[in-house]
């Protein structure tokens, strides 16, 4: 039970806090210099939109529903303040990354499966995506289905 209490307090850390800190320094970055037309951007996942069916996730999901929150509710914020600081929440489905083999770090096999079955996103393409919206300034960006 300890190596699993570690891991969702790890995934809370970097999903959640870690997000919510360095979204907050980079608005009031933006707001000490003046800065009214930056552009806040947080990789999320799909799992922040859809509870997905396996009981593995639901915690990871729990996270990424965070992000999702968190950015809706800095984009309110900064309409109510008016700027024109944008925030965009980029939530790609699956990406090969080392995600699955740390999380089923005691069944390789089974980490390796997590990607067989399905045509994934490379990573390179998700920097891609994550670049679409610093191109596009007139418009705001949400990636949800890729």
């Known amino acids: 039970i300890a190596f699993w209490v570690l891991t969702q307090y790890l995934l809370i850390n970097v999903n959640v806090l870690a997000l919510a800190i360095c979204t907050r320094e980079s608005y009031q970055s933006m707001k000490e210099r003046n800065v ?4 806040i951007i947080n990789i ?11 009981a593995d996730e639901h915690f ?10 968190l950015t809706e509710g800095l984009r309110q914020e900064l309409r109510e303040a008016k700027t024109h600081i944008r925030a965009t929440c980029i939530s790609p489905g699956i990406v090969e990354t080392e995600f699955a083999f ?9 980490a390796a499966a997590v990607y067989e079955s ?13 670049l679409t919206p610093i191109k ?6 949400s990636v949800h289905q890729v």
């Not at 596009?136 to 960006?141: E, H, R």
């Open 44 to 54: 999320n996942s799909m799992a922040g939109h859809k509870v997905m069916a396996n």
């Open 118 to 130: 399905i045509k994934l996103l490379l990573f390179l393409h998700t920097v891609k995506l994550q």
């Open 60 to 69: 990871y999901g729990a996270t990424k529903y965070a992000v999702t929150a």
């Open 102 to 110: 740390r999380h089923h770090n005691s069944d390789p096999e089974k």
């Open 136 to 141: 596009s300034p007139q418009i705001t960006i």
């Open 36 to 39: 009214d037309d930056g552009h």
